[in-house]
């Protein structure tokens, strides 16, 4: 592995260390949730447009490092910003940071997975080279393969940057609007399974 696939590598290691060690995975629950959800909504009120500004930038490095529960930052969306401004941030910053994801674990991995599994990704090369777009966006649609798991196995595959992003951002918008929509019901919910629920 190159110096810099290596240091890019380290910073990812580094980066979800320190998101851990800071009980990152405390803040982000669903019970904190609805117990900071006034606070949160006040300081949007406050200020508006750096409440905004500030939650697409963390909601695109939340997603581009692959953190779990990346469906509570969603949550959060319609909860303090509405169904309206909620679904645009998420919906761009969850394509934006898949894409980051998807070319990180590009740039760290491909080349020695390609390289070590020549034969047997071939077939899955020239696939995704002829219908990457079905393929990504048919995975997107399948609740039981993970968002992250999705990002980083795509990178592995030569399916374009541009491509990538646009099909994640049209499969990911149904359930972007479901947990946005949830987050606007917040104070009715009592864990995330009833986002599931058909009246919410």
Not at 37 to 61: C, D, K, N, S, T
Not at 76 to 82: D, H, V, Y
Not at 133 to 151: E, Q, S, W
Not at 191 to 199: C, M, N
């Amino acid at each position: 592995m190159s110096r810099a696939r290596l240091a890019v590598a380290l910073f990812v290691v580094v980066a979800v260390a320190a998101f851990f060690a800071a009980g990152g995975h405390g803040f982000f629950t669903f019970e904190n949730l609805k117990s900071q959800q006034a606070a949160l909504e006040r300081w949007r009120e406050m200020h508006p447009w750096g409440a905004a500004l500030g939650f697409f930038a963390v909601y695109i490095a939340f997603s581009s490092l692959s953190l779990p529960a990346a469906s509570i930052p969603t949550v959060l969306a319609g909860a303090i910003f509405g169904p309206g401004l909620g679904v645009l941030l998420v919906s761009f910053a969850s394509a934006i940071g898949a894409t980051l994801a998807m070319l990180l674990a590009r740039f760290v991995l491909r080349e020695w997975v390609q390289r070590r599994f020549h034969a047997p990704l071939a077939g899955i090369n020239r696939g995704v080279e002829k219908e990457g777009a079905v393929y990504l966006f048919t995975l997107r649609l399948v609740p039981a393969f993970p968002y992250f798991l999705i990002n980083l196995a795509m990178g592995l595959t030569p399916i374009r940057a541009w491509t990538f992003y646009w099909v994640s951002q049209l499969a990911m918008f149904p359930a972007t609007v479901l947990y946005v929509n949830a987050g606007t019901q917040l104070a009715s919910l009592d864990s995330l399974r009833g986002i599931l629920d058909w009246q919410l």
